[in-house]
Every structure is written in C-alpha cells, then in structure tokens.
C-alpha cells in the first residue's frame, strides 16, 4: 500500500537562525509503530535555550517534546497504546519524545530510562520520521511510549503542564513520595512549580509556601492549591532572612520538611537548604541547566540529617501517569487556564522568542490550521 502524506515541520537549522519550514513525504508506520496528526505541541522552557545555542547541534533539528496527536494511520500489529489500552484511528495519544533505546546500561540493567545514553527528544529534520511534535505529522517508532487520552478531557488539560508533570511525577518518585500533613516549600511557580504544588495539595501536604517573584505565577500557585505565597520582589520579602523569618512564623516550629526546587536559579538552592527542619529532604528540579556553584555545608547536612535528591527528566512510565493523573483532576485544578498562547506552525519563531522572554505561562502550538484550537 502507498500513499503520498507531506507534512510541514519547523525546522532549527543553527543557533538563532530563524527557523524555517520544511516539507517532507511522510511514510507509511512500519510494524508496531504509528502515524499521528499532531493537536499540541507545547513550548518548553528549555526550547529557547536550544534555539539560542545552549546545546550544539550537528544537524538540522525538528525540536517539540510535549505533544498530543490524533492517530490517522496504525502500523502492522498495533491494536493498543503502550498501556494495553485498545486504540483504533480517531484516538488520541499523548507521547514519550525521549524515546529511551531499551538496549543500553541504563535501559536494561538500572532501568532508570532517564538515564538512557541514546534518548533524545529532538528528531533530525533530514531523517525519515520525525517523533518531535513541531510537524504536522508524527511518526511515533517502537520506543516513543504513547499513551490514549480521555476524549472527555480537553487537550489543553494534558499539554497545561507539559513535560513538567511527567518530570516531577519522577521526582517525587526518586524522592520516595511527599508525606501526608508534611510542610512543603515550592522555589518557582512555572510549569514545574505549579506540578509541585499540585502534587502536594494530592498528597496531602498541611502548608504549600511558595516563593516566587512574578505576581501572576503567584496567583496559579494559589489556584494550584499553595497556602502561603511570599513574593521576593516585595519589600518585606527582599531578602532570604527575611523570607525564612516569615515562613518560620506563618508554618509553626515544626518548619519544613520538604523544600522542592523549581526556579532554575542555582542561588535558590543556599535558601531553600536553611529551610529545612531535622531531616528535611531538598528535592532538586529546575536547574536542568547552567554551570553555577553553590557553599554547601557537610556539617549542615549530617547535623541536621537532611536528604538532598537530584531528578531529571521522566521515564514513560511517568508520561503514562500524567495522563491517568490529568483525567482525573482536570476540573479540581486550572489547567485548562493555563495555556495562555497559541501559535500556528509558521509562527514557532515567535512563540519559541514569546517563551525566552518569560512572558507565557503556557505557550502551545496548534499545527493543524483546519482544526483543534478548542
Ligand atoms: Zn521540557
Ligand atoms: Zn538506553
């Protein structure tokens, strides 16, 4: 059987190039794989900082690591997503980008696909398939993990978080979960604070603090289900003593037990480890990237026998429980609310500059000009 398919997909030809649209055949899905119209693909964090260069690319990239898509052609032998769910043309799929080898160290013997030495979540642009969710049309391989999606629930409910929810569903489970009733300081009120925060409103946490200095991202934490908001770009709050003294005063001597870091700023990392009460834990998330040290003190940490945790990315595991996850609180939490900007394909440039501004909560693109916006 054949068919001619072309798709468009945004293509990053080199650092802060502009990008560029391309058209390519897209081919029939071989055995066990599938061909998907992409709905959403939502802008990360981190795409700026790899169309401006952060990471060096030795070729022609599609990027887009958050998607959702609408099956339109199932390759031999695929009757059910990766869960065992059945899945048939017309469903729609939420997917795993990293695409973790199955056939490394990590992959196969710590099973920690986190860690996996081949994954990726950008697709050559020259390549036969693009797994990347800037394009019109997706081919997901063997070991992009895609899992259906409740039609009830709107598509902006699963891509509100983007890879925020996956990545802190594995940071609370490389942490060994957030303890009922337990006090929880969340640095950042971006996509991934507002997951730890909605996280712990789940588990039960008794007081959510959330420090963070734009007044917008407070008002989600709020929504998101923080208690104690402590704005640093207000005067009484300018300084971290000053910050401690409030949070100390408001949450009780019992302090904090959990400080979860979300921010991507290293210096967050010397307030939020004096925060800590005995045997506090510091779960570390937002600095993916940058080269900046911090003092720590050994002496601190023995005395006072605090755990710090280091995450990540997510395992497919994880992309399969944000989809149960967001089915199930979709209406107690504003996620739909979340996505703020929408773009069509051709303006990638722009919401890729939108989001390096910091001017977005939620910045997605909608690659199908005829429908999905809704
Ligand atoms: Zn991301
Ligand atoms: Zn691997």
Redesign the pocket.
């Known amino acids: 059987m054949s068919r001619e398919l072309k798709a468009k997909s945004a293509v990053l030809t080199g650092a802060r190039k502009p990008i560029e649209i391309w058209t390519r055949d897209v081919p029939l899905p071989g055995p066990g794989c599938i061909n998907i119209k992409v709905l959403r693909a939502g802008v ?3 795409d700026p900082h790899l169309w401006n260069g952060d990471f060096e690319f030795k070729q022609a990239v599609v990027l887009g ?2 998607g959702l898509g609408r099956v339109i052609e199932l390759g031999e032998g695929v009757t059910t997503d990766h869960a065992g769910q059945p899945i048939a043309v017309g469903d729609v799929v939420y997917w795993n980008p990293m695409r973790p080898c199955n056939a490394c160290f990590d992959c196969t013997v710590t099973e920690d696909f986190t860690a996996c030495i081949h994954g990726r979540f950008w697709s050559p642009a020259k390549g036969e398939h693009v797994w990347a969710s800037y394009t019109e049309v997706a081919t997901l391989l063997l070991n992009n993990s895609f899992y259906k999606v409740d039609p009830e629930v709107p598509l902006d409910a699963y891509i509100a978080l ?3 929810l996956p ?1 802190m569903l594995q940071a609370v489970e490389n942490l060994g979960g957030i303890t009922w009733g337990s006090n929880v300081v969340v640095q950042g009120a971006g996509p991934v604070g507002l997951a730890a925060i909605m996280l712990a409103s789940l588990a039960g946490a008794e007081n959510i603090v959330c420090i963070e200095g734009n007044e917008s991202r407070l008002k989600r934490a709020l929504d998101f289900g923080a208690t104690i908001l402590v704005d640093f770009q207000k005067e009484e709050f300018k300084t971290k003593d000053s910050r401690a003294a409030y949070i100390a005063t408001t949450v009780g001597a019992r302090g904090i037990n959990l400080v979860i870091e979300c921010s991507g700023n290293a210096s967050a990392f010397e307030e939020g480890i004096n925060l800590l009460c005995r045997s506090g834990q510091y779960l570390l998330v937002g600095t993916w990237a940058g080269a900046s040290n911090v003092t720590l003190s050994p002496f601190q940490i023995v005395q006072n026998a605090l755990k710090i945790v280091g995450s990540v990315y997510a395992s497919p595991a994880q992309y399969y429980r944000a989809t149960k996850l967001v089915g199930q609180v979709w209406k107690r939490f504003p996620l739909v609310e979340c996505v703020t900007h929408k773009y069509k394909l051709r303006d990638a440039q722009k919401a890729l500059e939108d989001v390096g501004a910091g001017k977005e909560v939620k910045a997605v693109i909608c690659p199908q000009d005829a429908e999905g916006w809704n």
């Open positions: 990360c964090g981190t690591h958050e983007g890879c925020a990545t």
